[in-house]
């Protein structure tokens, strides 16, 4: 199979000393619905600014805003001076701002708010380092931020507001009806689907998952022909999906297409595809995005369509499972977890025996509350934060302000259920956070747009309306939406294991010169900038990244991207001692 090229070099140049502009009167992107059939009239006949100043028009920002749905980012001057920005409820369009003599700034990239003179922000970098993205509002540079989902802001006698115009509220039903819920997915999934679709050549990203497979089974109903299908795989033990996608492929008759990411790949676009996001940006997955996109461009496919939405809607990752096994641990009598079992296992000697190890590691997280205990495993707190960061970065940053907003997005929606406040959690930070900035920006990088159908109005609505056990009954993830789809998918789809396109990048930097050659260079070169002590990415490289490749691989990631990204907009930075 001949190689990929490589992507466009030189991407984003390094800042410019002159401001960049970002004031205009108006910004629009995305595809909103509208409610109200007068401003949905306007949108068609005269476009997206005058449907937005129509529906601002009709009251306060946010009631009118949490009516609108679709994906979104718009900036509105009002003819009374007043300047409006709102972004869609999961921020699959985004919008970044900033404040300027008095002039409030706006751009759909934080890099073209910035200028030479705009610091980096050493809290948005250990942001980073924790999260492995930058969660909105904060951005890598000081003074510049992001719209979070669901939000708006209003500029007006040189104030800024910010506040939510939309929070996920759950009401389940009492009675449900499966049948009935059956039908309303189906038809409400087919519809997103054609929604989604633009008129050129259907296609769709196609790992072999429930929710890429559902996306592929879709287009064939809603175009009457096999979408074409396109998949990543790569050769290593344990991270190859093909046979799933060649399942789901011949299932639905699409025309599929295969590619076989290597090592050679990323050492050729890695520093494209970092310098390409506006800040650093760690989620490996881009990369085997980026290739998938690259080839649907190069059969001639302008839009894809995406399976993203359908683990955080329904319930469908592993981690919902795990967490209610922790909750169960609350239901025990006090007395019992605390006059026996903690007791107990807290024994050095029982520390030492495997079998009672996991028990004392079970009571351990259980009795760590939600959400903090998510971060238990957080690699950098495993590591130690004074053995991983210099002291002066750590005498910068705020190493507590990463749970304090997680507590409080955690506590934000109206919810009654576990279930239901982790299905929000994730849809701020695994699906606006990450995954969809991933998606979005490696299809963009290829030169195609995305559509995500599983993140429809209709389906979001399903989903604050399931009753909990419909998304996790017991410890079977995602119940209804797998038996919704019985006699759609492939048994085989069904029931495997959830995997994606994740990347083996610790394994090949073992193994592959030229790719362990750009790791190495890379971290030598951060560990000069003052954000991490020397001796602990030399420990890294030397030490645990070959005995642990698939644990470590992703520490030794997230720093590389790090440094790819600041030689790409920030060459010269350094921490000040």
Known sequence: MDAAPA?????????????????????????????????????????????????????????????VTGDFAFAQTLGDGSTVLAVDRFAIQTLCYRV?????????????????????????IFDYLYFHAIPS??????GVMRLPPGHVAIFAAGRLTVAPYWTPRFEPIRSPSFNSLRDQFLADALQAVKHQLDGTRPACFLSGGTDSSTVAGLIGQATGQGAASFSIGFEAEGYDEMAYARLAAKHFKTEHHEYYVTPDDLVRSISAVAAHHDQPFGNSSALPAYYCALKAREAGVSRLLAGDGGDELFGGNTRY??????????????????????????????????????????????????????QMYNLLLRLGLPQVLSPGFLARIDATAPARQQTEVYAGPSASSEIDRMLAFDWRYTLAESDLPKVRSSAALAGVSVGFPL???????????????YKLRGL???????????D??????????????????????????????LAVDSLRSLSTRGIVRPEFTQTLLRDHLPSHPG??????????????????????YRLAD
Not at 551 to 572: C, K, N, S, T
């Open 455 to 469: 993140l429809d109005a209709k389906l979001l609505e399903m989903s604050l309306r399931l009753p909990p056990d």
């Open 100 to 124: 300027v003599d008095g002039q409030l700034c706006f751009a759909e990239r934080a890099d073209t708010l910035a200028d030479a003179r705009t610091p980096i922000d050493p809290q948005a």
């Open 321 to 374: 499972a795990k967490q209610r096994l922790f909750g169960l641990y609350s239901l025990a009598p006090a007395s019992l977890r605390q006059g026996l079992m903690e007791p107990f296992f807290n024994l050095a000697s029982v520390s030492r025996m495997p079998l009672l190890k996991k028990g004392a590691s079970y009571i351990e997280q259980a009795r760590v509350p939600m959400p903090d205990r998510l």
């Open 7 to 67: 992507p466009p070099t030189g991407s984003r140049q390094p800042r410019s000393a002159e401001p960049k502009p970002g004031h205009s009167a108006s910004f629009a992107r995305g595809n909103p619905l509208f409610d109200d059939a007068w401003v949905q009239q306007r949108h068609a006949a005269e476009g997206a600014d005058a449907a937005w100043q129509a529906l601002l028009g009709q009251g306060p920002a946010a009631p009118a805003l949490s009516r």
């Open 476 to 486: 079977k993830l995602r119940w209804f939406f797998k038996q919704a789809l019985r």
């Open 551 to 572: 644990y470590y691989g992703e520490m030794v990631w997230i720093l590389m991207m790090l440094e790819q990204w600041l030689r790409a907009h920030a060459p010269d």
């Open 137 to 142: 509002p904060r951005t890598i540079y000081q």
């Open 488 to 517: 759609f998918l492939p048994q085989q789809i069904i029931t495997k294991k959830k995997q994606g396109f994740g990347l083996p990048f610790g394994l090949w930097a073992t193994r592959h010169g030229a790719l362990n050659a």
